[in-house]
């Protein structure tokens, strides 16, 4: 199992970063998908979900209204476009893996992380 995070980068308060993420190794189409992220000295948070078709999304308050999650399964490859970024949005983001069947979760539980792309907003 693969799963590479890009797209990250340094950006001003109110930019706009688009992250992806190629997987391989599992049949990502049938798998529900996580994108989470972790703050230096934080532990891990799960910021957006989404099914297997991408016909439902999920997102945590502190995002909801500024990212949206997509997917795109004939590329294996995840999405998170992030708007209005704030400085608290700096953190490593992750794609996860987390299960072939579409129930939302918004926990940390993975069996695969990707190593991640570093998001820095200053302010």
């Known amino acids: 199992v693969q799963l590479q995070a890009s797209g990250g980068g340094l950006v001003q308060a109110g930019g706009s970063l688009r992250l992806s993420c190629a997987a391989s190794g599992f049949t990502f189409s049938s798998y529900y998908m996580n994108w989470l992220r972790q703050r230096l000295g934080k532990g891990p948070e799960w910021v957006s979900g989404i099914y297997s078709d991408g016909s439902k999304t999920y997102y945590a308050e502190s995002v909801k209204g500024r990212f949206t999650i997509s997917r795109d399964n004939a590329k294996n490859t995840l999405y998170l476009q992030m708007n209005s970024l704030k400085s608290e949005d700096t953190a490593l983001y992750h794609c996860?893996?987390?299960?072939?069947?579409?129930?939302?979760?918004?926990?940390?539980?993975?069996?695969?992380w990707g190593q991640g792309t570093q998001v820095t907003v200053s302010s």
């Open positions: 996860a893996k987390v299960w072939p069947r579409d129930e939302f979760y918004n926990g940390t539980y993975s069996d695969y």
